[in-house]
């Protein structure tokens, strides 16, 4: 890059800093770690070659201390970012399910322990399924079922999100284990597809509307979504190449329109700020949880003692964390939140590798506004 292009977008930044970014009166020392992972972001975007955003909400318990975004949420038509913006949320899907299936145990429908073929009796048809194999909602919420990541089935993960259900019924018999039930931590992205249905199952109600009517109305995340109505697809940021030549994802263009089985485990479009209201649920605030589901919800449930329901943990000598990150074609994206201090981080980026680490960076604010 020459310098001349540098500067330009270094002018470009200035104007989406000063536009799109919000803080509230904090403390001198929070504000200067704040300002000082705002400069490293900025140049970070910057040596990612201009093609893309990443967009930023800090939270200290139920209030934001900090919103902004940098770069582009449409590089084509040079389109700056602000927190208005709309992401693909991931794997942080997860949590969701995870949360509305802890919601479904106060309201009594359904209990860790039950057997997922109670609801879900295709389930028995997985490879290596037996007597000795029953197969909970703990389980599953947990990554502790054993199963594979991905089902032995081609095109599994592809087409129309009206048929997720479908697929999913059409990988399980291509579904295996990978260890013992209660042996190991171990990620399972077709786990996570199960669950979504089973609690559906469970409630005779589509799985997708659910969510929307026991999370995001009740919490107000007015711009999340499953699929993004025409008259949002103004705020949808666009999927690019990590390449640093400003080219489109194409495969993040195709994916809106579906991704397979993929939805309780990866289908959520949301924005920094909206799932910050959903990270104030998961901390205890409001009343969408009992005080009991909240905990178990943010308590280790492996044997690594590094994953919750729907939640990863993470512990070193100066934090505890419980959170997620999510990566799709074209989007990246990473929540934390430290328990203690209820300092909590939201990352989102329309791109997926770059400078910043969206899980290191998320933990190393946390460690700094900790401290100070």
Known sequence: MTNKPQSIFAILLAFTFFFSCTSVQTDPRVEA??????NQIEQDIASDQNNGSISITILKGKESIYSGAYGYADYTNKVLSDPSKIYRTGSISKTFTAFLMLQLVDQGVIQLDDPVEKYLPEIVNLQGYSDTTKITFHHLASHTSGLIREPNLRGAASGPIEEWEEKILASIPNTSFKTGMDVEYSYS????GMLGLALSRAVEKPFMQMVEDMIFKPLAMNDSYWIIPETKLAQLTVGMESNGKGEVNERAALEHSGRGYKVPNGGIYSTPNDLMKFMNAIMGYGDLLSEESQAAMVSS????????YGLSLFTDDQISTAGHGGSVAGYNCYMAYDKESEYGVILMRNYNRGATNLGRTSRAILRALKNE
């Open 33 to 38: 770690v704040l300002e000082e992972y705002r």
């Open 189 to 192: 992205n077709i786990g996570f």
């Open 301 to 308: 449930h492996t044997p690594e003692n590094n994953y919750g």
